[in-house]
């Protein structure tokens, strides 16, 4: 069965160490997503991507980046962690416009 | 630009009785819009979604949902609530020529036997 897997599913990282977190896709959509979820804030968008070599900023893009190498995987990259990305972060995939997302499991980023 | 809001946090519900989550949204056109439900510790589940035509739509689980363009509104229901229901659920919009959604801030319920 197709699937959206995420790696890892808990990560503690020191303030200033770069991380990245893995999203992985077996869909075979174009359209891939990373948003973040916080306490009273629902979820954010960060990046995302509408296919190989595209990318793009969402609302709260500073201090992450991305890149989009093949179709299945959209790794996001902490430059320098700071303890305001302590968070759990969510990854998505879609085929299209207005047909809905299919989401991942989740990563808790604990910065220390 | 868009944005979503569902103004309960946190509802509380007996078993067998009837659910109504709010979500009203703000856009010029004609928005696609979503509810998702999150369990604790899991990723978010797409419950039913409106793209055009009937504006009464059915979901999995037993939930619906009416878009009201009049009242910018996209309010799920259930007839009755069973305990599994308990979760976290997240209304969202979509529009344009992207496929962005924006998310609401979540209205958490709470299941009494």
């Known amino acids: 069965d197709a699937e959206i897997t995420q790696s890892p599913r808990h990560k503690i990282t020191e303030t200033g160490r770069q991380v990245t977190l893995a999203c992985h896709q077996t869909w075979n959509h174009n359209n891939m997503f990373w948003y973040r979820q916080d306490l009273g804030h629902g979820l954010r968008l960060i990046h995302y991507s509408y296919g190989v070599q595209d990318t793009n900023k969402g609302e709260v893009s500073d201090g992450y980046s991305v890149s989009r190498s093949n179709t299945e995987d959209l790794p996001l990259t902490l430059e320098s962690a700071a303890s305001s990305q302590t968070s759990v972060y969510f990854c998505?995939?879609?085929?299209?416009?207005?047909?809905?997302?299919?989401f991942g499991s989740g990563t808790r980023l604990t910065v220390v | 630009a868009q944005s979503v809001t569902q103004p309960d946090i946190h509802i509380t519900v007996s078993e067998g009785a009837s659910l109504e989550l709010r979500c009203n949204y703000s856009y010029g056109a004609t928005p696609y819009l979503f509810w998702y439900v999150q369990s604790p510790g899991q990723g978010l589940q797409l419950l039913l979604k409106y793209f055009s035509g009937d504006t009464l739509v059915q979901g999995i689980k037993g939930f619906e949902a009416e878009f009201k363009r009049s009242q910018s509104s996209f309010n799920l229901r259930k007839p009755s609530v069973h305990w599994s229901d308990a979760a976290e659920y997240f209304c969202?919009?979509?529009?344009?020529?992207?496929?962005?959604?924006?998310f609401g801030t979540g209205t958490r319920l709470q299941v009494f036997p």
């Open positions: 998505a995939s879609s085929k299209g416009q207005g047909l809905g997302y299919t």
């Open positions: 969202a919009v979509g529009a344009g020529n992207t496929d962005k959604l924006i």
